[in-house]
């Protein structure tokens, strides 16, 4: 049922010092108003405008607990209805006793994402801002997060208006010749079709170029460390974690394990494999060949290759660089303090054009430079992010593909000299799906799916 009043949780769990509860719908503020007690009623108090006061416990009447409630009456709020945001004061215990009292005064628990599919069922935003949200609350670093708020902002939105308003003009002209042929020569129209149509062709060619590395930093780069035992492995991911603040967050409804395998080192967001997972390439090569360990390491975007400077290289070492040939590899020569056995012609060679870092894990040493590289590798050839239009989502990324799929049909009927109508169809065709990646297009199903995606309290 639309309009009832929903409510949840909508800060993170755990040892947050502030937590919010959150109302929204018709009767938020009845509700609220029933179950605080402060100097004046909130019924009574002006829109935005936050108030101090207590949370009664409706069995006993007593003061249950401390708040900051404010107040935002509808339409200028995230969900256009009435919303109500109590703040208590940290503590699982205190915010869950806070949730459970709104619910009995009349809120239903909101299931997720169900304040994002307000603010977009009642117009605040459309689809992909509303994605952007979603984004934005798993969002592994500043990037991304930058990524998020421009897409929040309505720029990806902007450029796909734009160009579907270009496929209409182009549509009511052919429907201008079509209705009066006499009106406009054909080779005209032709032209002018493929002048526009191939504006939004190199639109949508340059959205999916961005695709690739916007899916990266949605998802993190994912990172193997492979190496001979005792290399140093898991001491490097130990420094890489513990350098680099672990990624956020504590968000409830994620997994705990894969979320604290991110690191931000420098921008780019690394998700390192599981400590299982190393443990288990540690002899991998070994164990499985050096045809099938390719095939696991085709999976990762980036391969930190240990070696041990401290002993000659071995065969086992040399099976890895085979096994890693062909994909991005940073070479680690590890424990710079032990005497140099390693050959360093030989690993520059067998290196080829990858980087060669050396470090000394125990003493803290080349860690900067790892890094660096690492920042490199990802960013080099690659556009400066921020004043960019990214697509990163991968439902935008299918439908742009479908849009340039439709679009080509379209150019193909004009040169094997289609009559302009069926065209038509075509552009018509690119227009909607188009129309789907900001919303005004999809189906009902769809638009419950990817708002179950949503975390609680969103
Ligand atoms: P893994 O088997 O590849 O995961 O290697 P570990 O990270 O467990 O390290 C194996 C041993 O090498 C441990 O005793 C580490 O303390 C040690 N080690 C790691 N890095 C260095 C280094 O840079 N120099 C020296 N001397 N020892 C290191
Ligand atoms: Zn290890």
Redesign the pocket.
């Known amino acids: 049922m639309e309009g009832d009043t929903i409510t949840a949780i909508s800060t993170p769990m755990g040892e947050a010092a502030i937590a919010i509860v959150r109302l929204s719908g018709e009767n938020a503020l009845d509700i609220a108003d029933q179950m605080f007690r402060g100097k004046q009623s909130l019924k009574e108090v002006d829109s935005h405008t936050i108030h101090y006061g207590f949370i009664i416990d409706p069995d006993t009447q007593e003061k249950a607990e401390e708040v900051m409630v404010t107040v935002m009456r509808a339409p200028k709020t995230f969900t256009r209805e009435d919303v109500i945001e109590i703040n208590c004061h940290g503590g699982l215990i205190s915010v869950n006793r806070v949730l459970e009292i709104a619910l009995s005064g009349g809120a239903r628990l909101a299931e997720p994402g169900e304040f994002t599919k307000r603010a977009f069922l009642n117009g605040r935003i459309d689809l992909s801002q509303a994605e952007a949200v979603m984004d934005l609350i798993r969002a592994k670093t500043d990037r991304a997060m930058n990524v998020a708020l421009n897409q929040m902002e309505g720029r990806l939105s902007n450029l796909i208006q734009k160009l579907r308003q270009t496929l209409l003009e182009t549509v009511a002209h052919v429907e201008v010749n079509i209705d009066y042929p006499e009106y406009d020569a054909e080779e005209m129209t032709h032209q002018l079709l493929i002048e526009k149509l191939g504006y939004v062709q190199n639109e949508i060619d340059s959205l999916l170029q961005t695709a690739e590395q916007g899916k990266i930093l949605r998802e993190g780069l994912s990172t193997v460390?492979i190496?001979?035992?005792?290399?140093?492995?898991?001491?490097?991911?130990?420094s890489l974690v513990h350098e680099n603040k672990a990624i956020v967050t504590d968000i409830p409804g994620t997994t705990r394990d894969v979320i604290e395998e991110y690191v931000n080192v420098r921008g780019v967001p690394l998700r390192l494999v599981d400590t299982a997972g190393?443990?288990e390439t540690?002899d991998i090569v070994e164990r499985i060949g050096v045809e099938r360990s390719r095939k696991v390491l085709k999976e990762a975007d980036l391969i930190l290759l240990?070696l041990?400077?401290?002993e000659a290289l071995t065969d086992e070492d040399r099976k890895l660089f085979e096994a890693a040939r062909g994909m991005d590899v940073i070479v680690i020569v590890?424990?710079?303090?032990?005497t140099p056995e390693i050959d360093m012609d030989e690993v520059r060679r067998l290196a080829s054009d990858h980087p060669v870092v050396s470090?000394?894990?125990?003493?803290e040493?080349g860690i900067d430079e790892l890094e660096e590289s690492i920042k490199e590798l990802f960013f080099s050839g690659s556009v400066e992010l921020g004043d960019m239009t990214y697509v990163s989502n991968s439902r935008h990324i299918s439908l742009l593909k479908q849009a340039k799929r439709s679009l080509q049909e379209a150019f193909h009927g004009i040169e094997s000299g289609l009559p302009v109508d069926m065209v038509q169809i075509d552009i018509t065709r690119t227009w909607e799906i188009l129309g789907e990646i900001v919303g005004d297009t999809v189906s009902e199903s769809l638009i419950d799916q990817l708002f179950s995606q949503f975390c609680l309290g969103k």
């Not at 590890?334 to 032990?338: E, F, G, I, W």
């Not at 470090?359 to 003493?363: A, G």
């Open positions: 460390i190496g001979r035992p005792n290399v140093g492995k898991s001491s490097l991911l130990n190393i443990r540690e240990l041990n400077n401290g590890n424990k710079t303090d032990l470090t000394s894990i125990k003493e040493e």
